[in-house]
């Protein structure tokens, strides 16, 4: 019933809007007028837009062009994806390693044998790249240092690690297939239980004993101590041992290490299990991640101020995004002869028809605007506090995969522009997650992982950028 009600309140504004159109003149969305600018006017002439680089842009070989903080993300990026476009992109995961409960650690009573140890980590939404017949394996080593709880890490921090394997696991991206596991229970039987979507890496039985079980008793006292000697894993994907191009997967890292071990006590024997959380409150994760672009890529940013381009790409993990400007909107008032009062203004950006396949767009762009101080904030249209905004079911960037396009509603900014009261101080257009449902993102994220290869100002091609406007004529 809400979903009518919408529907309906948007039919009669649309019409009041075009009734109060229709003599006075228009620009874009085929509304045609008999007086002012005829017919289906799209200018594409007064935009410019260029691919840039992100927050989180990195390539190897290169200084970093800027960093995006990275420690405790609520999805986790690792993988290795070869896109045929924009070029390898890589992401490893550092994490710490608590003891149970983040606490003193009482061994168990007995002689204690490990049957398995095991690093369970749970998929979280937002997997990129070719699941269907990419072949990842990822491998597991102990970090040399500790991540710090006090401190903030980038996607462009450096780690080492010890180069002896700890764990390594060989698999395909079921991301979305539950499993099946024994539950281990003390003093009872075990019993077979369907858990959660997955990745399950073996650990080596040694590391475990060396850093737990046979761990003297001042590194079992406090998870600090425990923390500052074990240090923590770093996962990284093993590309010699990878088949197809790959891709970048999502995890929540609220996950641990589980050892199951069972405990002899003279004729006694029992099966238990123990699990070392990964992040705690004294040991965050990170993620790092570094890109080896393409020679398409290096071409558009050597060329970003230069005119504007025909094709732009985005891509997620903060790495591109695309600059725009609407530098002559005021030639539009002197060819209309007077002031306007922009009804409805809309930019309009389409993939580049082919570029879906395999790999389909990014699902949610957003668009915002640099402050004088250049500080990311909401474009007028996405201001919670402008009363000229719809929200965020009215802004858009949403991926249509029918017109394989993303629509966004500028009205307010473009009035602001073209009236002097506001500064263009930088636009861009960049990926962002899907998660948030109730306001319009727009700050730089490592939380989202797709591309798009967009059609830019290219005349030639009927996929070109649009900025549509409905205008009144204030006479």
Not at 190 to 208: E, G, M, Y
Request: proline share 6%; with cysteine.
């Amino acid at each position: 019933m809400k979903f009518f009600r919408l529907d309906l309140l948007t039919l009669l504004i649309s019409l009041f809007i075009f009734n109060g159109c229709k003599n006075e003149g228009t620009i874009g969305l085929g509304i045609k007028s008999g007086t002012q600018l005829n017919g289906n006017l799209i200018d594409t002439s007064t935009i410019i837009i260029n691919t840039v680089p992100d927050k989180g842009y990195y390539a190897l070989g290169s200084q970093p062009q800027d960093s995006i903080v990275t420690t405790g993300l609520t999805k986790t990026p690792l993988g290795y994806f070869q896109d045929p476009v924009l070029g390898t992109v890589q992401s490893n995961i550092i994490s710490g390693l608590n003891l149970p409960g983040e606490s003193s650690y009482l061994l168990p009573t007995g002689t204690i044998i490990i049957d398995s140890a095991v690093l369970a980590l749970k998929y979280a939404d937002g997997f990129y790249g070719d699941s269907l017949t990419s072949q990842f394996k990822v491998n597991v080593y102990q970090l040399n240092s500790r991540p710090m709880p006090s401190q903030a890490y980038y996607n462009t921090s450096k780690w080492s690690y010890n180069p002896t394997l700890l764990g390594t696991r060989t698999f395909y991206a079921r991301t979305h297939d539950s499993i099946k596991i024994y539950n281990i229970i003390k003093g009872a039987p075990d019993t077979l239980i369907k858990v959660a979507p997955q990745l399950r890496i073996p650990i080596s039985k040694n590391f475990v004993n060396r850093i737990l079980f046979n761990a003297g008793t001042t590194q079992l006292s406090s998870n600090t101590v425990f923390l500052n000697n074990v240090r923590g894993l770093y996962l990284t994907m093993d590309p010699t041992g990878m088949q197809g191009a790959g891709g970048t997967l999502m995890f929540s890292l609220a996950d641990s290490l589980n050892v199951y071990y069972h405990s002899i006590n003279g004729t006694t024997i029992d099966t238990a299990t123990v699990s070392l959380p990964l992040s705690g409150t004294n040991s965050p994760h990170s993620a790092q991640i570094i890109r080896k672009p393409s020679n398409a890529v290096l071409t558009e940013l050597a060329n970003a101020a230069t005119g504007s381009r025909n094709v732009i790409y985005f891509q997620g993990l903060a790495g591109l995004k695309a600059k725009i400007s609407f530098p002559y909107l005021k030639n539009i008032l002197k060819t209309v002869g007077g002031r306007i009062v922009i009804n409805r203004a809309e930019v309009v950006i389409t993939a580049l028809p082919g570029s879906t396949i395999p790999y389909v767009a990014q699902p949610k762009l957003s668009m915002y605007k640099w402050d004088i101080s250049h500080t990311p904030v909401e474009l007028q249209d996405a201001l919670a506090s402008d009363p000229r905004s719809g929200g965020i079911g009215t802004f858009g960037g949403f991926y249509s995969p029918t017109t394989h396009s993303y629509h966004f509603t500028v009205t307010g900014y473009i009035q602001d522009l073209m009236d002097g009261n506001t500064v263009d101080y930088g636009t861009f257009i960049a990926p962002v997650d899907t998660v948030n449902k109730t306001a319009v993102d727009y700050l730089p994220t490592a939380q989202t992982t797709g591309r798009t290869v967009a059609v830019g100002t290219d005349p030639n091609s009927p996929y070109r950028i649009k900025l549509n406007i409905i205008y009144t004529k204030i006479n």
